[in-house]
């Protein structure tokens, strides 16, 4: 089965600090891999997304996310976290072999403190 | 131009009634597809069309039911609401192949059973 695992519910990070979501997966196809995030009343905004090729690949927003496939993991990545990024944060794991269907983590609230 | 536009952006309605909700995408998707955000912000698929055609259809109760009267066009229309249908409903869009796929959000629908 399908599955997307974000370890963490909560993270707070200082204003200027680096910031990591984690994100795991669970799939039996080759995968394709997206982070979104969503600010509170809003709908979903994508920030990145992985297909082939390079493993780092950067998104809006100053975001990065790193695939190894090894550890079926794609984390996110921010050198410095400016206190606008304060949202959650969804990873997705999707395939062509599913359908298109994409499959969500649980969803990480990043909290940001000045 | 709003690319994928849901309506109605919320919805209060009472036990028992019977609802619509509009999504429509000016993106040349081919691919379209109705998500449930539940109170804990669990992103869940329900339905996927692809060039009106139903591709994916999980385990939903058939109160639901989506109707794509073409390709840029996906309803969702429930009978008989119950409290439990209470959440934040959001359509997206997509290729359906290619380097393109990625969903596109709208802004979501959150309705409110009473």
């Known amino acids: 089965a399908q599955s997307v695992t974000q370890p963490d519910i909560h993270i707070t990070v200082s204003e200027g600090a680096s910031l990591e979501l984690r994100c795991n997966y669970s799939y039996g196809a080759t995968p394709y891999l997206f982070w979104y995030v969503q600010s509170p009343g809003q709908g979903l905004q994508l920030l990145l997304k992985?297909?082939?090729?390079?493993?780092l690949v950067q998104g809006i927003k100053g975001f990065e996310a790193e695939f190894k496939r090894s550890q079926s993991s794609f984390n996110l990545r921010k050198p410095s976290v400016h206190w606008s990024d304060a949202a959650e944060y969804f990873c997705a794991v999707g395939a062509m072999e599913y359908g298109n269907k994409l499959v969500f983590g649980a969803g990480t609230i990043l909290r940001v403190k000045s | 131009d709003t690319a994928v536009s849901q309506t109605p952006k919320y919805l209060v309605t009472q036990m028992g009634n019977d609802k619509s909700i509009k999504c429509e995408q000016n993106?040349?998707?081919?691919?379209m597809y109705w998500y449930k955000q539940d109170s804990k912000k669990f992103l869940k698929i329900m339905f996927s069309y692809n060039n009106k055609e139903l591709i994916i259809n999980e385990t939903v109760p058939n109160r639901f039911s989506p109707k794509s009267p073409d390709k840029a066009h996906l309803n969702l229309h429930i009978n008989s609401l119950e409290l439990g249908d209470s959440a934040v409903y959001f359509c997206?869009?997509?290729?359906?192949?290619?380097?393109?796929?990625?969903?596109?959000f709208g802004s979501g629908t959150r309705l409110t059973v009473v």
């Open positions: 992985y297909f082939s090729g390079d493993t």
């Open positions: 993106l040349g998707h081919d691919t």
């Open positions: 997206a869009s997509s290729h359906s192949t290619g380097s393109n796929y990625g969903y596109t």
